[in-house]
């Protein structure tokens, strides 16, 4: 029997990106239906239309608050909405710059799994990627790949996180993916992503595709 598509709300806001471009990535992954959305948009939705995802994956940069106060009529009340994350049991994707928002807000720190998030950053790095978890659901079979990339050199991810990715790049962080559990929800967090010269990578569109399935609990 064919399972449904997932559905999956793709946040953005913050930074920002090659709109054609991406929405072509999303638009090639098999039984993933992409809904990709301003922050706005998504914090002004009915609950209903939230609780519909399977999966909601954040591609955003926004750096203050979240607040709930001095924002205009169509911006909703995002700090409230993003405060429900992990109650619903919903898939969380934590992708590439995503885990470095909302930086003073504890609830986001818990998420991502990291307690500092002090960063550099280098554009256009050509690194190689290891899989280091060959058991887990989205990374099993995967041998490890050279990417061209945006780099973060920052720490590790909290103890309690699962790593699946790692590279010994001089000014990369050590870990590239990994997964958590906040409250009911799977969480996946890949730094990777910056431009479609990482998009264009197929390794990079299996860990993206497998990492919103594995989200989903399809696999």
């Not at 929405?23 to 990709?36: A, G, K, S, T």
Request: proline content about 5%; glycine content about 6%; aromatic content about 12%.
């Amino acid at each position: 029997m064919t399972q449904k598509p997932i559905q999956m709300a793709v946040v953005t806001g913050g930074h920002s990106f090659n709109v054609i471009e991406f929405h072509r990535l999303f638009r090639q992954l098999e039984n993933i239906e992409v809904y990709i959305q301003h922050m706005d948009d998504f914090a002004s939705s009915s609950a209903e239309i939230r609780h519909s995802y399977d999966v909601i994956l954040f591609y955003t940069m926004l750096l203050d608050g979240p607040t709930d106060d001095g924002h205009p009529w169509y911006a909703g009340k995002p700090k409230s909405v993003l405060e429900e994350l992990g109650q619903t049991g919903q898939g969380i994707f934590m992708l590439h710059h995503s885990i470095l928002a909302y930086r003073e807000w504890p609830i986001w720190s818990q998420i991502v799994g990291f307690s500092d998030l002090t960063h550099d950053v280098t554009m256009a790095q050509t690194l190689f990627v290891e899989v280091e978890d060959h058991e887990h659901p989205i990374t099993s079979g995967v041998s490890g790949w050279d990417m061209v990339d945006e780099t973060y050199k920052m720490c590790d991810p909290e103890p309690d996180s699962q790593i699946l990715l790692t590279t010994k790049h001089p000014t990369s962080m050590r870990v590239l993916a990994w997964t958590r559990q906040y409250k009911n929800s799977r969480v996946f967090c890949y730094q990777s992503g910056h431009d479609n010269r990482t998009w264009d990578n197929p390794n990079f569109i299996t860990m993206l595709w497998r990492g919103i399935e594995w989200c989903a609990r399809r696999i």
